[in-house]
């Protein structure tokens, strides 16, 4: 099953917050979250292990519920670099080797 | 440079047409991931592959078929295309047979007309 990103798209002004939600409707073992800019190859941000562990990169985190099997990334005073399609991926509890991975948001941040 | 290598970059071809795009994972890494990405679907899962022998399967269509050969690379084969194959097919590798960090090859963009 196709964890749901929300939202969808996000355009920001430089400096300011977002928060991009993950959720799947299964038991997670964990959430990885990739970047992708327009015409790259998406880029590992970071994996969250059940056990609702929170970790950080640079100004970008992001949170674990495994009880909701919800995720949340957090970006903080973006960064005109920050702009890309994000993406969360999810493994499910039975560990089958399955990366799947949400539609996307659209994240596009303004000068 | 993710050190995952993918070829073609760029395939055109037609309806009912047969293809193979290639991938080359990072040296050392065992597995190898393809995926296929379209506009409003995202990163759909294909198939996974560990030091040979498959362990995954996702949503892949029995037109498509894959392998990884002995020094590792692997080959996904494209049958008798439809124009709802038109997509970027991306390539992953990585360490362990466990999904850990995943890093993404460029991609092969195929159009078929």
């Known amino acids: 099953q196709q964890p749901v990103q929300s939202p969808q798209a996000v355009i920001l002004r430089e400096g300011e917050d977002a928060v991009i939600n993950c959720s799947s409707s299964k038991a997670l073992y964990s959430v990885h979250w990739y970047r992708q800019k327009h015409g790259e190859a998406p880029v590992f941000l970071m994996i969250l292990l059940k056990g609702g562990e929170q970790k950080g990169h640079e100004k970008i985190s992001a949170s674990f519920n495994e009880k909701k099997q919800q995720s949340s990334l957090y970006l903080t005073a973006s960064q005109l670099s920050y702009s890309g399609t994000y993406f969360c991926?999810?493994?499910?509890?039975?560990?089958?080797?399955?990366?799947?991975f949400g539609k996307g948001t659209r994240l596009h941040i303004l000068p | 440079d993710s050190g995952v290598t993918q070829t073609p970059k760029h395939l055109i071809t037609a309806t009912g047409q047969r293809v193979t795009l290639r991938c080359s994972p990072r040296s050392g890494d065992l597995s190898v991931y393809w995926y296929q990405q379209s506009l409003d679907q995202g990163l759909q899962f294909l198939i996974q592959?560990?030091?040979?022998?498959?362990?995954a399967k996702g949503n892949i269509l029995e037109r498509f078929s894959a392998q990884q050969f002995p020094d590792l690379h692997s080959e996904l084969n494209l049958s008798s295309l439809e124009l709802g194959d038109s997509a970027l097919y991306f390539c992953?590798?990585?360490?362990?047979?466990?999904?850990?960090?995943?890093?993404f090859g460029e991609g092969s963009r195929l159009t078929v007309l």
């Open positions: 992953a590798s990585s360490v362990e047979g466990f999904p850990g960090e995943l890093f």
């Open positions: 592959y560990y030091n040979g022998e498959e362990r």
């Open positions: 991926g999810t493994e499910g509890m039975n560990r089958d080797d399955k990366i799947i």
